[in-house]
């Protein structure tokens, strides 16, 4: 009986992790279709256009930042502890985990959101020199918060194994950002006379809504989980008492290196909100100069970030499953997992990297009739996606087994070479990859 059970068991692991991968994938289907339709529906939208783009991608480039503090780290660093713990039968440590890692975030996150929404005037006028930016960020400012928190709980979900409720929280937020941003970008060019400045701040109040949704649904499926949480906990074997202040430490270092590499991975959409714009209106008007850079931050990185959110669901599932095989010395299944995951990141980015690269024009022409240039700038951009497949891939692998520092001092290395890439213009130089 219990040679069966031993034998049993990789094989719930592995099936477990396929069915993962494979609801997340659906999810990320569904919700960049769904992205796309609001980004099609904005860029397309009279009054919008690359100029609106232009204004809600910087506001999205500073509200990046505080949220890749607040939250991008989390979900993996929660995922992580959670599943070392679940995979030695250790509930109650594990439960105790996400307790103070929610009281934890919900601080940080709301320090966020404070910071975003008192600061909006001086980032917009003063670092990216785009005045109509700062109704968008305040209208951003309460997503911080609600992220956050929703990040602590997802983390806890995933490292129980359940990515389903991962998949459909963001699958539920997505929807209600697409019908929301839709019907509030309609309302506010009734109201305002098509502004775009309103109509931006529209597009991402709409956001701030969803994430609220989001969190909503976290929270239900909580409640409907707790007695089940309750009875794991009374059967808890090998329980390690740790001291809040431990388990707080533990936290932050696994989750602040993680953080670390993301936030040097969106630092170049964010040395681009702080010199393209400024630059470029040295030669031509600041209306034009916003709608050049709506169309890198609003066309090009949604198309370039859809191959990613494929890629997404293999290293969301892969941090807990290789934190949880590494608990138990289950060295055989870490090797699997990871050679599966990176031949389907291969799989996924090279066709993607090509398509995009040969058919730039006539994909332009087909999602943005009305606003299609941009043609060179992705053909250039498309060369980026099979190597940040990849990188997010080996990052989650190295995450996942303990390898923390790696990815921050691999990012950091490339970061270092981007700021010493000088490009003059005329009298101006500033600094981009």
Known sequence: ?????????????????IQGIVTLIFSQLLIKMLGLVYNLYLTNREGFGDQGNGIVSASYQIYAVLLTISSTG?????????????????????????????????????????????????IANQWLQIPDAEMTMVALSPAVFFVAISSVMRGYFNGRQNLKVTARSQ????????????????????????????????????????????????????????????????????????????IVKKILLVSIPIALTAIMSSLNKNIDSFTVVRSLKQFMSEDMAISQYGILGGKVDTLTSLPLSFNVAFATALVPAISAAKAVKDYKSIKQKSTFTLLMSMLIGLPCTVGMCIFAGPILNLLYPNASSGELVLQISAFTIIFTILDQTINSILQGYGKLRVPAMALGCRRDCKINIKFNFGSNSFYRC
Do not use: C
């Open 1 to 17: 009986m219990t040679q069966t059970a031993e034998k049993r068991a990789p094989k719930r692991k592995k099936e477990t992790f």
């Open 74 to 122: 989390v979900p993996n660093a929660i995922s992580k502890l959670v599943s070392e713990r679940v995979a030695v039968g250790d509930h109650k440590g594990a439960y105790r985990i996400f307790k103070i890692a929610f009281a934890t975030f919900a601080v940080i996150g709301l320090v966020g959101s404070l910071m975003l929404f008192f600061g909006a005037g001086l």
């Open 171 to 246: 699958t539920l937020e997505q929807i209600f950002k697409t019908t929301l941003t839709i019907i509030l970008v309609e309302i506010v060019a009734i109201i305002s006379n098509t502004s775009t400045v309103w109509m931006a701040g529209g597009a991402t109040l709409a956001t701030t809504l969803a994430t609220f949704v989001g969190f909503g649904y976290l929270y239900l499926f909580y409640k409907t989980r707790r007695r089940e949480i309750a009875s794991e906990i009374r059967e808890t074997v090998n329980y390690k008492y740790d001291r809040v202040r431990n």
